[in-house]
């Protein structure tokens, strides 16, 4: 679905950003994508859509080349970026002006969503707080039944209950053909629910798998200070250490900011 | 159902239908600031004719082609709204449409409409505000307006010539066009900053003809012989303008649409 090869990309003026990436994505997944604030993420995803165009390199989206921006590849392309713009109408309204774009818009979809998020058809989108607005765009872009979802830090500015909805409602509205990237760099939001994760660093990316194959490699356990000797990454935590071990035991769940921390500390694992 | 990745009239009235929801309100106000102006612009100008004395073929044609100009280059410079803001942008290069279809709907919303529905704005409201008038103002004798009359008066000591239309089309389509073009280069004060391009265009040719004409001292050549230039006579000349007035419209034009479809966000 998603083919990058040896692209390089870098902004006027300014040290290259990418030099050879290379990502490989394909549907069905919940992917990830991690890194320290300007490490290239939300680039990348403009890359991914369009919006930014290569200096060199291969770039395949559904088929596609991003930079051409075909309808046929925008029908099934739906980006949330951090920041968004709604103009001064209704939910209604939107949905009459944006819907009849998306040949596979699910109308009950969005109607069922809205109302978990608690927004209510006549809301007006200006009139909305920025969570609530990005609730709505989530909505939006789930019931757009899109095959390639981009989501950009789409935590961010939601309440915790919010959070928790939001994975819960991702999680349920997805089909086996599509795929769903997305950025943060607030971890402990996306855990439980991305499936593969794929980590930047200095335009290079320095991590790339599947949580099955994380947790078939490594455990996470917490631990005291003499546990610490025999891990590949450890932290204090309140009461002991948070501990990444290599994997000889039972499957545990992916810590995924331990994970963050050790591979940009330089650890491996395998 | 294979999708046209060129061209496709449902996706341009889809284009439409959208504006129209998204801008409904601002239509409305613009449209009601567009008459109250042209309302009190007519009355204006007819109290500094003393009523009396107002032409309403003349006067009020030459009003006409005053604020039809000035309306259409402040409104075309509005074009492409969505590129004023980084997260607009996003949105409207990410709509599933394609650069044709977004090109089109733009160029026949902000300036074909404009062409045909500012004339009859202004022939709407110029009656009205003559019947107005004329009820509290008799001296207003000449109150019913007419575009047919007008332009026969403005017509009526001299023929249009086939080239001398042209270029009095492209020259109007020219205030349309180069305002557009900029709208789709420049993202923060559209307005300003094309102004500021044609201008510094016009000056820096101006510059030119000047150091060909002072420094190599061409202005004897024509004197010399007269066949050197190909323009040596006023018919050559708007031939000339002509050709090159259009070429710029299109050039204009292409500029446009290849900025919309190399923009970034």
Same mark, same amino acid.
């Given at each position: 679905?998603?083919?990058?090869?040896?692209?390089?990309?870098?902004?006027?003026?300014?040290?290259?950003?990418?030099?050879?990436?290379?990502?490989?994505?394909?549907?069905?997944?919940?992917?990830?994508?991690?890194?320290?604030?300007?490490?290239?993420? !939300?680039?990348?995803?403009?890359?991914?859509?369009?919006?930014?165009?290569?200096?060199?390199?291969?770039?395949?989206?559904?088929?596609?080349?991003?930079?051409?921006?075909?309808?046929?590849?925008?029908?099934?392309?739906?980006?949330?970026?951090?920041?968004?713009?709604?103009?001064?109408? $209704?939910?209604?309204?939107?949905?009459?002006?944006?819907?009849?774009?998306?040949? $596979?818009? @699910?109308?009950?979809?969005? @109607?069922?969503?809205?109302?978990?998020?608690?927004?209510?058809?006549?809301?007006?989108?200006?009139?909305?707080?920025?969570?609530?607005?990005?609730?709505?765009?989530?909505?939006?872009?789930?019931? !757009?039944?899109?095959?390639?979802?981009?989501? @950009?830090?789409? !935590?961010?500015?939601?309440?915790?209950?919010?959070?928790?909805?939001?994975?819960?409602?991702?999680?349920?509205?997805?089909?086996?053909?599509?795929?769903?990237?997305? $950025? !943060?760099?607030?971890?402990?939001?996306?855990?439980?629910?991305?499936?593969?994760?794929?980590?930047?660093?200095?335009?290079?990316?320095?991590?790339?798998?599947?949580?099955?194959?994380? $947790?078939?490699?490594?455990?996470?356990?917490?631990?005291?200070?003499?546990?610490?000797?025999?891990?590949?990454?450890?932290?204090?935590?309140?009461?002991?250490?948070?501990?990444?071990?290599?994997?000889?035991?039972?499957?545990?769940?992916? @810590?995924?900011?331990?994970?963050?921390?050790?591979?940009?500390?330089?650890?491996?694992?395998? | 159902?294979?999708?046209?990745?060129?061209?496709?009239?449902?996706?341009?009235?889809?284009?439409?239908?959208?504006?129209?929801?998204?801008?409904?309100?601002?239509?409305?106000?613009?449209?009601?600031? &567009?008459?109250?102006?042209?309302?009190?612009?007519? *009355?204006?100008?007819?109290?500094?004719?003393?009523?009396?004395?107002?032409?309403?073929?003349?006067?009020?044609?030459?009003?006409?082609?005053?604020?039809?100009?000035? #309306?259409?280059?402040?409104?075309?410079?509005?074009?492409?709204?969505?590129?004023?803001?980084?997260?607009?942008?996003?949105?409207?290069?990410?709509?599933?449409?394609?650069?044709?279809?977004?090109?089109?709907?733009?160029?026949?919303?902000?300036?074909?409409?404009?062409?045909?529905?500012?004339?009859?704005?202004?022939?709407?409201?110029?009656?009205?505000?003559?019947?107005?008038?004329?009820? #509290?103002?008799?001296?207003?004798?000449?109150?019913?307006?007419?575009?047919?009359?007008?332009?026969?008066?403005?017509?009526?000591?001299?023929?249009?010539?086939?080239?001398?239309? *042209?270029?009095?089309?492209?020259?109007?389509?020219?205030? &349309?066009?180069?305002?557009?073009?900029?709208?789709?280069?420049?993202?923060?004060?559209?307005?300003?900053?094309?102004?500021?391009? #044609?201008?510094?265009?016009?000056?820096?040719?101006?510059?030119?003809?000047?150091?060909?004409?002072?420094?190599?001292?061409?202005?004897?050549?024509?004197?010399?012989?007269?066949?050197?230039?190909?323009?040596?006579?006023?018919?050559?000349?708007?031939?000339?303008?002509? *050709?090159?007035?259009?070429?710029?419209?299109?050039?204009?034009?292409?500029?446009?649409?290849?900025?919309?479809?190399?923009?970034?966000?």
């Amino acid at each position: 679905m998603i083919q990058i090869k040896d692209l390089h990309f870098g902004y006027p003026r300014q040290q290259a950003l990418f030099n050879g990436l290379s990502v490989h994505l394909e549907a069905g997944s919940i992917t990830g994508l991690l890194g320290k604030n300007g490490a290239g993420k !939300t680039s990348l995803l403009k890359l991914l859509t369009g919006l930014l165009h290569p200096q060199s390199g291969d770039l395949s989206v559904l088929n596609h080349n991003p930079r051409k921006r075909e309808v046929t590849m925008l029908n099934d392309v739906f980006l949330v970026p951090e920041e968004f713009y709604f103009p001064p109408i $209704s939910i209604n309204d939107y949905q009459k002006a944006y819907a009849p774009f998306y040949p $596979s818009f @699910d109308h009950a979809m969005l @109607d069922r969503i809205n109302t978990e998020f608690e927004l209510r058809p006549d809301n007006n989108l200006q009139r909305l707080s920025h969570g609530q607005k990005k609730k709505f765009l989530i909505a939006f872009a789930l019931s !757009t039944r899109c095959r390639l979802l981009v989501l @950009d830090e789409p !935590t961010n500015g939601l309440d915790i209950p919010s959070k928790s909805l939001f994975r819960k409602i991702l999680a349920g509205s997805l089909n086996e053909d599509q795929l769903v990237v997305i $950025s !943060t760099h607030q971890v402990k939001d996306v855990e439980n629910l991305i499936d593969k994760i794929i980590m930047l660093d200095k335009g290079k990316v320095i991590f790339q798998q599947t949580i099955a194959e994380i $947790s078939q490699k490594v455990c996470f356990i917490t631990g005291t200070s003499n546990d610490v000797e025999g891990a590949i990454y450890s932290e204090a935590v309140p009461g002991g250490y948070r501990l990444m071990m290599p994997n000889g035991h039972a499957e545990t769940e992916v @810590d995924i900011e331990l994970l963050f921390n050790a591979i940009t500390n330089g650890k491996k694992i395998g | 159902m294979e999708t046209n990745n060129s061209f496709s009239i449902q996706r341009l009235m889809l284009l439409c239908k959208q504006s129209l929801i998204i801008y409904k309100k601002p239509i409305g106000i613009t449209l009601a600031g &567009f008459s109250a102006i042209i309302f009190i612009a007519l *009355i204006l100008a007819q109290s500094a004719a003393n009523f009396r004395n107002w032409d309403n073929n003349g006067d009020s044609t030459a009003t006409f082609i005053f604020l039809f100009l000035q #309306f259409g280059f402040i409104y075309t410079c509005l074009s492409f709204p969505a590129f004023r803001s980084k997260e607009k942008s996003m949105v409207y290069l990410m709509l599933p449409a394609s650069v044709s279809e977004k090109f089109t709907f733009e160029l026949l919303t902000r300036i074909v409409l404009y062409i045909v529905l500012m004339p009859l704005l202004f022939w709407l409201v110029a009656n009205i505000e003559g019947i107005i008038v004329h009820s #509290f103002i008799p001296e207003l004798a000449n109150y019913k307006f007419s575009f047919r009359d007008g332009f026969l008066a403005i017509v009526k000591n001299g023929k249009f010539e086939f080239w001398a239309l *042209i270029l009095t089309i492209q020259g109007i389509l020219f205030v &349309f066009i180069a305002p557009f073009t900029g709208a789709s280069h420049f993202s923060k004060s559209p307005l300003l900053k094309t102004v500021f391009t #044609f201008l510094s265009i016009i000056a820096g040719y101006g510059f030119f003809v000047f150091l060909l004409v002072e420094g190599l001292g061409l202005e004897h050549i024509h004197s010399m012989n007269n066949r050197v230039l190909f323009m040596n006579n006023t018919d050559s000349a708007l031939v000339f303008l002509g *050709i090159l007035s259009t070429l710029i419209n299109l050039s204009l034009l292409s500029i446009a649409f290849f900025k919309l479809k190399e923009k970034e966000a």
